[in-house]
């Protein structure tokens, strides 16, 4: 199976046992050009999203371009501290200024793609563009619960922490940031962030690694609700193309193969809490059942 390779002992160490870390990122010059770059040009992109996401806009280019200047930018910090690795998401998020609720990014685990990302690293790198804290909407993010939730996650599959996220978020960490910091997490984290109380924009870059040449799946819990989970296994552009931003929709690309021999159920806060305090890594046991037909065919 293939792995990231990563440079930094320390880094590794903390990504198994917290799920996440703060490095040095970019320094104040690339920080600035990447603002000059990307930032200027969207800053004004649909007014009416408190929360703008590059990689969902797909008005013009502005998707790819972005894509372009966050990968590049941060080609040298990534080389610095990963061998082996591919860079699938390059998108920048605005959080504007808003004491609404709609402001807040709820709590959520991004979108799995490898097919078991308790064994094969799928590392986020969460970069803010200008300092942040918890007034202006730094990102929040719980320690030790990378290895809590089965790594089982896409808009279509219900949330294992659906009943209890107030209790997951009380046990959240919100982390204060330098801007060009890198904050690199597991992407089984679960995270979330809250309003920006400031007067100025928060824009963040964010970028996610995979093992270069890895199987890319995308999983479809049904429309309905039905189980089990089917399984997708999806090109190496999956990310680039649109599809996964929709993936409550029963994939169009990708080969099926098959359903997960695993159903996902909503975990009590006591489960939760006893899972953390163990801070042990939670074996789930992962396979296809047998592929049956194609219900797409
Ligand atoms: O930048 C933020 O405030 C939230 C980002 C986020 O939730 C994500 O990257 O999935």
Request: glycine fraction near 6%; charge should be negative.
């Amino acid at each position: 199976m293939r792995q990231i390779q990563i440079s930094d002992a320390l880094i590794a160490r903390e990504l198994d046992s917290s799920g996440y870390v703060v490095v040095p990122g970019l320094d104040e010059t690339t920080v600035k050009d990447l603002c000059r770059s990307i930032y200027e040009e969207i800053r004004f992109a649909c007014p009416e999203k408190v929360n703008y996401n590059s990689g969902a806009d797909l008005t013009g280019s502005v998707r790819g371009r972005a894509f372009e200047c966050i990968a590049s930018a941060f080609a040298p910090v990534l080389d610095r501290y990963f061998q082996s690795y591919e860079c699938i998401v390059g998108i920048l998020f605005v959080k504007r200024p808003s004491a609404v609720l709609a402001g807040h990014i709820q709590l959520h685990c991004d979108p799995t793609l490898l097919p078991d990302e308790s064994r094969q690293r799928h590392i986020n790198i969460w970069a803010p563009l200008i300092d942040v804290d918890e007034k202006n909407g730094a990102l929040c993010l719980v320690p030790g619960a990378h290895k809590v939730f089965a790594p089982v996650h896409s808009f279509s599959v219900p949330s294992q922490f659906a009943r209890i996220a107030d209790t997951v978020m009380e046990y959240g960490r919100c982390v204060p940031m330098k801007a060009g910091d890198a904050l690199i997490f597991d992407n089984r984290m679960p995270h979330f962030s809250r309003q920006n109380f400031s007067s100025f924009d928060r824009p963040a870059a964010i970028l996610s690694i995979v093992p270069s040449e890895s199987e890319f799946i995308s999983l479809f819990g049904g429309a309905g609700g039905e189980f089990p989970i089917e399984v997708y296994r999806q090109p190496s552009s999956w990310y680039e193309n649109t599809e996964w931003i929709n993936d409550r929709e029963r994939p169009q690309t990708g080969t099926y193969l098959g359903r997960l021999n695993w159903t996902p159920h909503a975990m009590s806060q006591d489960e939760f809490v006893d899972r953390l305090e163990i801070g042990v890594e939670i074996q789930y046991e992962f396979g296809l059942l047998r592929a049956d037909v194609d219900t797409r065919s």
